[in-house]
């Protein structure tokens, strides 16, 4: 098999499913999505999403049917406004540190804290002019 065959097949192989596959199938959850890589329909759809302007699914971890409907639920279970979920915890947590710091910051972290959150900080937010100070767990008491 030449070179470039082998290479469309090993990229392609098991993305196609049968008429049997593709009949719908009603269920009360949305389908769960195994994807990393999404296809866009054409080119410019791409450079819509580089520029964060596509408002379909750009990224395989990150906005799949089951996760919106987990972040719809959500919203509407705890009357709220928005409900974002991510794929980890550490994600959840250097996200919402980004958001809500800036440079001259001054943040208050207990010392018993999630070992990654404690790297993330010491690491990445201090190069950010981010300062953390960690406290006593027990610092309430």
Same mark, same amino acid.
């Given at each position: 098999?030449?070179?470039?065959?082998?290479?469309?097949?090993?990229?392609?192989?098991?993305?196609?499913?049968?008429?049997?596959?593709?009949?719908?199938?009603?269920?009360?959850?949305?389908?769960?999505?195994?994807?990393?890589?999404?296809?866009?329909?054409?080119?410019?759809? &791409?450079? #819509?999403?580089? /520029?964060?302007?596509? $408002?379909?699914?750009?990224?395989?971890?990150?906005?799949? %049917?089951?996760? =919106?409907?987990?972040?719809?639920?959500?919203?509407?279970?705890?009357?709220?406004?928005?409900?974002?979920?991510?794929?980890?915890?550490?994600?959840?947590?250097?996200?919402? &540190?980004? #958001?809500?710091? /800036?440079?001259?910051? $001054?943040?208050?972290?207990?010392?018993?804290?999630?070992? %990654?959150?404690? =790297?993330?900080?010491?690491?990445?937010?201090?190069?950010?002019?981010?300062?953390?100070?960690?406290?006593?767990?027990?610092?309430?008491?």
């Amino acid at each position: 098999m030449p070179l470039k065959g082998i290479h469309t097949k090993l990229a392609n192989s098991g993305s196609q499913t049968s008429k049997a596959e593709a009949s719908p199938v009603r269920t009360i959850n949305p389908p769960v999505h195994h994807a990393s890589t999404v296809l866009f329909e054409n080119y410019a759809d &791409l450079q #819509a999403a580089a /520029r964060g302007e596509y $408002h379909g699914v750009s990224y395989g971890t990150a906005g799949l %049917p089951v996760q =919106r409907a987990f972040e719809n639920a959500m919203t509407e279970l705890e009357g709220g406004a928005f409900t974002k979920a991510f794929q980890s915890g550490i994600n959840a947590i250097t996200t919402a &540190l980004m #958001a809500f710091t /800036r440079s001259g910051d $001054h943040i208050l972290v207990v010392d018993n804290v999630y070992g %990654p959150t404690r =790297r993330f900080c010491d690491r990445t937010l201090s190069k950010f002019g981010v300062r953390t100070e960690y406290l006593p767990s027990a610092v309430g008491a």
